[in-house]
């Protein structure tokens, strides 16, 4: 089964980092972000990857041309998600079923049971829920008198969409031809209308490197020895 990596983006809010290198290879200690992330594909035994790259991209292509199992796919320089993975169908196949993540977050999850789940609602689409990350505490103001005050907690912050896709090879349906074509929007919410979207639950630890502090919590808790998706 095939693992989908969008790794072409210009990641324009790691600046500092991504003027030198795409941000999935920005390193946490010792390997890029996109090498953790398939290391943790293939502990669960799945070993086929395409990585859309774009921007920076011969820096992914050089680090990976001798490795087994790896093919990175040019998608374009300006190209949005939903354009990157559209761009990949021929390297898929028919009803068949892939994984689909994005090159910037790191997480736990247990990919088997996210399979089953997908496999056992015959859906198009599944995609992992996971809590937010907690930046600010909450303050319930009435007038100019503090009612409530509290921490930050990411069990109130809901759910959002962590990444980590199942797709099965009939999503190409949804997601049009264009450029500018964004996953996240209209194939999203149509596969969501038609029914065929699912979110599977994940409790543990899910965290995107959006920021240079993202970068430096991670590669923290890794030099610690503490990282949980190892």
Known sequence: MKTVILAGGLGSRLSEETNKVPKPMIKIGDKPIIEH??????????????????????????????????QVIDTGLGSQTGARIKKVRDHIGGDKNFFMTYGDGLSNINLSKLLEFHENNKKIATLSAVRPIPRFGHLTIDGDKVNEFKEKDSLSEGWINGGFFVLNSKVFDYIDDKQDCIFEKEPLENLSKDGELMAYKHEGFWHPVDTLRDKNYLNEIYTKGNAPWL
């Open 37 to 70: 992330i398939i290391n943790h594909y293939l502990k669960f035994d799945f070993k086929e990857f395409i990585i859309c790259s774009g921007y920076k991209k011969e820096i992914i292509e050089n680090h990976f041309k001798s490795t087994n199992g790896v």
